[in-house]
């Protein structure tokens, strides 16, 4: 149904110069039921969303690929991988989140699974996007915490925050994702993406704990350029259904 998308960083670019607030759906492959994956993928066709993220914490190949291969045939959407480790690389997909966990110090998030990955990303098309990744504390342990055995960022610890993004746009990142975990009890504060929006150039992609529609605009409204839902949309999937008529928007 989708012919190959070319050049989604430069599209996130200038849905930002034009002041164009992007959403992304994000499917854990381990926890689609597939047997409702056509309704799901309609429901996603009906809803506001910009971008596709496929990932997770501990994903089969076999189940990312079936997966990445439906969307592509029934979507219009672009198909980024947002993965958890270099076993989550498909060539059907039109992107990767080539990510550094820049808020923890496990060398194998910060550099070793990028050494791995690349020999592999070489031998595809995939459009390969370098984002630096920050995990924000939330109030419970998430999945991305215990899997990447690392500690978040304290949510209060603005400064620390905003200098870790900053060293990530010197380090040459070109998006910025703060991240609160699948199922965060709390999302990322507002705070905290008012300051990093505002004191980097690159854009904001903010993650994690936002369950309702207005969690969204208030990301928008204090600086996220794109934001991701997951396990909101995971545990219901008419989500977006009880404000068909309302409009996602950014608010000067």
Known sequence: MQQK????????LEAKSNEQKLLAILLDPDKIEWEKLDDLLLKINKSPATHIFVGGSIV?????????TQLK???NLPVVIFPGDPSQISP?????????????????YLIEY????APILKKTNLEVISTGYILIESGNETAVARVSKTKPLNRENLDLVLATAQAGEMLGNKLMY???GSGAKNAVPLKMIQLVAQNIRIPVIVGGGITDLQGIQDAYN?????VVIG????????FFEVAANQKITRND
């Open 5 to 12: 998308v070319l050049n989604i960083h430069q599209q996130i």
């Open 60 to 68: 089969k190949a076999t189940i990312l690929e079936d997966l990445i």
């Open 73 to 75: 045939q029934k979507t």
């Open 92 to 108: 059907q997909a039109d992107a990767i989140l080539f990510l550094s966990l820049l808020s923890g110090r496990n060398p194998d």
């Open 114 to 117: 990028q050494v791995q990955a």
């Open 178 to 180: 703060l991240e609160a």
């Open 222 to 226: 204090a600086g996220a350029d794109l």
């Open 231 to 238: 396990t909101a949309f995971e545990n219901n999937s008419h």
